[in-house]
């Protein structure tokens, strides 16, 4: 969860460092982009670094995956079919360890769509090879316009009539403080970190409570329901067989 939350510090961080092989950025901070294939991973790298991001490229999923870990990127332009490691179970277990980096996966195969679009993964995006590079930038783009929220967001959070103060641990709705628990706390700031992105039940689990994505997940459905009745606004949504999302 911390990992979303220190997202700008982050951003900032990736474009100080510089990292072996990785041409950095100071205004946009460091892409990871994971591809075997060598022509598409060197174009993508291209119109990334054209746009001003800072590029780091791996050809195989093991060392991508160390990648993720050692680099904090900003975001991280996946190939599914990798070498070493398939590019989903990158971000599964990336997810597992509560690392919420923006990822996008790359697929060769329209039959997959349903897979990365049923958000088991906790992919944020993904695009169809043969992509544009110029339209890979854009998501890019987008994805990290997204997660970073309005530039106040680690501060505080608003959505619809609810207002949530990080510093102060504060939630007010319509300018009523409500009580919550730090776990109920903590929860609702992950869903509200992200307006209308759709949280599974195990990846709230795996952010909010660390534990791992087999754990019950009855757990969110209880913590959820508590949120819901405390904050007395429709905010968070159930998502029919995915999981939660909150939206004003
Ligand atoms: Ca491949």
Redesign the pocket.
């Known amino acids: 969860m911390a990992y979303v939350f220190s997202y700008i510090a982050r951003t900032l961080e990736a474009g100080r460092k510089r990292h072996d092989g990785a041409v950095t950025s100071e205004a946009k901070g460091l892409v990871l982009v994971v591809?075997?294939?060598r022509p598409i991973a060197d174009l993508v790298r291209l119109y990334l670094s054209r746009d001003g991001f800072g590029v780091h490229v791996e050809h195989d999923g093991l060392a991508g995956l160390a990648a993720a870990r050692r680099m904090r990127p900003v975001a991280c332009i996946v190939?599914?079919?990798?070498p070493g490691l398939e590019g989903t179970e990158i971000v599964k277990r990336m997810r597992a360890e509560g690392d919420w980096t923006p990822v996008i996966l790359l697929t060769?195969r329209d039959d997959e769509v349903d897979r990365i679009l049923g958000l088991e993964l906790g992919a944020d995006d993904y695009v169809t090879k043969p992509f544009s590079p110029r339209e890979l930038v854009t998501r890019v783009r987008a994805l990290l316009r997204r997660a970073a929220g309005p530039p106040d967001h680690d501060k505080v959070q608003t959505l619809g009539p609810v207002r949530l103060d990080q510093a102060r641990r504060e939630v007010t709705v319509d300018g009523v403080p409500v009580a919550l628990t730090t776990t109920e706390f903590d929860l609702l700031r992950h869903l509200l970190a992200r307006p209308g992105r759709v949280f599974t039940r195990d990846e709230l689990l795996a952010a909010v409570w660390g534990y791992a994505p087999a754990a019950g997940t009855r757990t969110v459905d209880v913590h959820v329901a508590q949120v819901r009745a405390k904050l007395g606004a429709p905010l968070i949504r159930t998502v029919r067989g995915v999981g939660y999302t909150a939206d004003a």
């Open positions: 591809e075997d294939e190939d599914i079919a990798l060769a």
